[in-house]
């Protein structure tokens, strides 16, 4: 799955030329963004502007587009004063638009969702998803970038705001809201749904259960450079929530037990790992009822 050269050329530029790039390639969507300061995005003071609110699903205020960073992005607001934020990511093949439904639920337990889209995914661009070697010399660029532009957001969130920050992610999206928290202190606690904070040890599970060559000692440094594993740190005022499919074929739960095995003790009751027996690679009701829990016992 690691590609040392597409991932040195797309995934380890600089993250301004990305952006700028990103810009350039926005969809006719952006032509009704306008300018807006962080402070409002998250209470929601914004003066109305034409083409721009989509209606929630489920009763919720609308939602807004909006380039956040640089990244084209959906934001909702709850009916009442949020009481955090969360920033909701995707996974592999899926965009923004799907994940309305998801945010709805979010913002109706009192905050402020914001879902980016993934790079090279809905208005970012399109790929052969279903296809292994697309996935093979893709999936980690994505990745490391979707860490970068999260990490540049939650600064940017932090400057203005003190609400407490989570990030969700599922599958793609759970690696980028692992590594997000484990490089960025302000995120205050994530929930990592069917992905993995060991990158380099379900990097080389994967590569066993195919039959691929080892990484080459580079890439393990390139990957250990970003590898949650490697920056996890206990602290007593930060919540990490795994949540995980037994049978998950597409990210199998093994990295993720190592990862409990080798950075959880005992003692250490910020990390928390649920297994969900009988299921594949899915977002079950008994996930939202315990992402619910978390967001109530974190704020």
Not at 69 to 83: I, T
Request: glycine share 6%.
């Amino acid at each position: 799955m690691f590609n040392l050269p597409l991932y040195m050329q797309e995934a380890c530029q600089p993250a301004t030329m990305r952006l700028a790039a990103n810009a350039k390639k926005a969809s006719a969507y952006s032509k009704a963004a306008s300018h807006f300061s962080i402070q409002q995005l998250i209470h929601g003071n914004m003066s109305e502007q034409k083409n721009q609110p989509v209606r929630g699903d489920i009763g919720m205020d609308q939602f807004e587009y909006r380039h956040i960073c640089g990244v084209p992005s959906l934001v909702l607001h709850p009916s009442s004063p949020p009481e955090g934020i969360v920033v909701l990511y995707h996974g592999w093949g899926s965009t923004m638009e799907s994940y309305k439904f998801f945010a709805s639920l979010i913002a109706n337990w009192n905050r402020t969702v914001i879902i980016p889209e993934l790079p090279r995914h809905g208005e970012r661009g399109s790929l052969d998803y279903k296809d292994a070697v697309t996935l093979q010399a893709n999936f980690w660029p994505i990745v490391i970038q979707g860490v970068e532009e999260a990490t540049e957001i939650v600064t940017e969130l932090s400057h203005t705001n003190e609400a407490p920050i989570t990030v969700i992610g599922h599958s793609t999206g759970g690696f980028i809201a692992g590594g997000t928290y484990a490089r960025h202190h302000n995120v205050r606690s994530a929930v990592v749904i069917n992905g993995s904070c060991a990158w380099v040890k379900f990097e080389e599970l994967y590569r066993e259960k195919l039959g691929f060559a080892p990484m080459e000692a580079k890439d393990i440094e390139t990957l250990q450079s970003y590898d949650p594993f490697s920056f996890h740190q206990p602290s007593s005022d930060r919540r990490l929530l795994l949540l995980h499919c037994e049978k998950d074929s597409s990210v199998p739960i093994d990295s993720q037990r190592y990862f409990m095995q080798e950075r959880s003790t005992q003692e250490d009751d910020q990390i928390r790992l649920i297994e969900f027996a009988g299921v594949d690679h899915q977002i079950t009701l008994s996930m939202l009822q315990k992402i619910k829990e978390f967001l109530d016992t974190n704020h």
